[in-house]
């Protein structure tokens, strides 16, 4: 089965604080994509990263980073130094080949709240 | 910056009314997706469509109907709205099927009274 766990369901943290939101999946596939969206109070969604199962090497993008194992089937983000605008739902989500239905499995959601 | 837009964004509207959620993208994208979202909650896919004349039923069952007569337009139509299809409807598309990011709209808020 196709699934995505993002257990951390609420996290709140004093800005400039470091803060790392889990991600683990499931899959049958040998190749599959990973991606994180951020969701602000406005509502959209926005795209922030997708990496592909065949490329475990980890990435930075200014405060950003994603960490990728397929050892533990796990593709975290953190957040260093956060601020306030960085409050929002981050939402990890899995998509792959003939086992996922050429679709999109997104996580529940992980909300964070930079305190100011 | 993804061109994909949603109208209308705010939507309160009676039971037993037909209501049409309008979609539009400007990036020549094939593949649309409409999602059902309670707020803050997890995505679930009601319908997508891999270009002109496909549509599709996701995971979520769904009393909704969808079309796509122009690459660019991706309505969603409720013959009858109920209360329990109040929630947020999120509209994407993507170049791709699963190698793509998708890229959202605004989402449009519907209550349902």
């Known amino acids: 089965a196709q699934k995505v766990t993002q257990a951390q369901t609420e996290i709140s943290v004093v800005e400039k604080e470091d803060v790392t939101l889990d991600c683990v999946y499931e899959t049958r596939d040998t190749t599959y994509y990973l991606f994180w969206y951020k969701q602000p109070p406005s509502g959209e969604l926005v795209f922030l990263i997708r990496?592909?199962?065949?490329?475990?090497q980890n990435e930075i993008s200014g405060r950003y980073s994603w960490n990728f194992q397929k050892s533990t089937s796990s593709f975290n983000f953190t957040i260093t130094a956060s601020q306030v605008v960085d409050s929002a739902v981050y939402f990890c989500?899995?998509?792959?080949?003939?086992?996922?239905?050429?679709?999109?499995?997104f996580g529940t959601g992980t909300s964070l709240t930079v305190i100011p | 910056e993804a061109d994909i837009y949603q109208t209308p964004r705010y939507l309160v509207i009676g039971t037993g009314k037909k209501i049409t959620l309008e979609c539009s993208q400007t990036?020549?994208?094939?593949?649309m997706y409409w999602y059902q979202q309670d707020p803050g909650m997890e995505l679930h896919l009601i319908h997508y469509?891999?270009?002109?004349?496909?549509?599709e039923k996701g995971d979520l069952s769904s009393e909704s109907t969808v079309s796509r007569i122009r690459t660019e337009h991706f309505p969603l139509t409720l013959e009858s709205a109920r209360p329990s299809h109040t929630s947020q409807y999120l509209c994407?598309?993507?170049?791709?099927?699963?190698?793509?990011?998708?890229?959202f709209g605004p989402g449009t808020r519907l209550t349902v009274t």
């Open positions: 990496r592909n199962s065949f490329d475990e």
């Open positions: 989500a899995l998509s792959g080949g003939a086992n996922t239905g050429n679709q999109f499995y």
């Open positions: 990036m020549g994208h094939d593949k």
């Open positions: 994407a598309s993507s170049e791709g099927t699963v190698d793509y990011e998708q890229y």
């Open positions: 469509s891999y270009g002109v004349n496909s549509t």
